[in-house]
């Protein structure tokens, strides 16, 4: 029995971390590693991300975490390092609602942030590191982001 139980302890940890993702994500199909760009979404996957990253209550959610997390870091960090999780999420919380329809995936390390996955359109791809550096904390972006020209509702049908 005494075996047993840190047995089932160590197969429920690496579960959790096995289960975690490094990256913030702008979907759920967003790829999940900034090493790669992920595959072309089809039109229900594009629509679907466009109709909740447009929502005003989704849109109105992502601006108060992001409001939030500054509060947090003016009252406890004091002008100190952001964490990395926290850029990452506020990157991908501000991607989210101004690039609908993306699949992107954000990566911070020490205020470096990298952004990989598909956007629609040229202008979508260079509104990216703007956005991103609206985020107090991010130093550069790298942006390994690539325009899908065949990315559906714009492919001609």
């Not at 979907?27 to 039109?43: M, R, V």
Request: proline fraction near 5%; hydrophobic fraction near 35%.
């Amino acid at each position: 029995m005494n075996k047993l139980i840190p047995m089932i302890l160590s197969s429920i940890l690496t579960f959790g971390v096995a289960a975690c993702s490094n990256v913030a994500k702008t979907s759920a199909d967003a790829p999940n590693s900034t090493d790669t760009n992920g595959q072309a979404p089809n039109l229900d996957i594009v629509l679907n991300n466009k109709s909740d990253a447009t929502s005003e209550i989704r849109r109105n959610q992502a601006n108060s975490d992001i409001r939030a997390r500054e509060q947090r870091y003016d009252m406890f960090r004091q002008g100190g390092e952001r964490s990395d999780r926290n850029l990452e999420s506020e990157v991908r919380s501000k991607l989210e609602v101004n690039i609908p329809s993306s699949q992107l995936a954000v990566n911070a390390k020490n205020g470096v942030v990298t952004v990989a996955g598909i956007v629609q359109t040229q202008k979508q791809l260079g509104q990216i590191e703007p956005l991103a550096k609206q985020i107090r904390g991010v130093k550069s972006v790298i942006i390994k982001a690539k325009v899908e020209p065949n990315l559906p509702p714009y492919n001609n049908r």
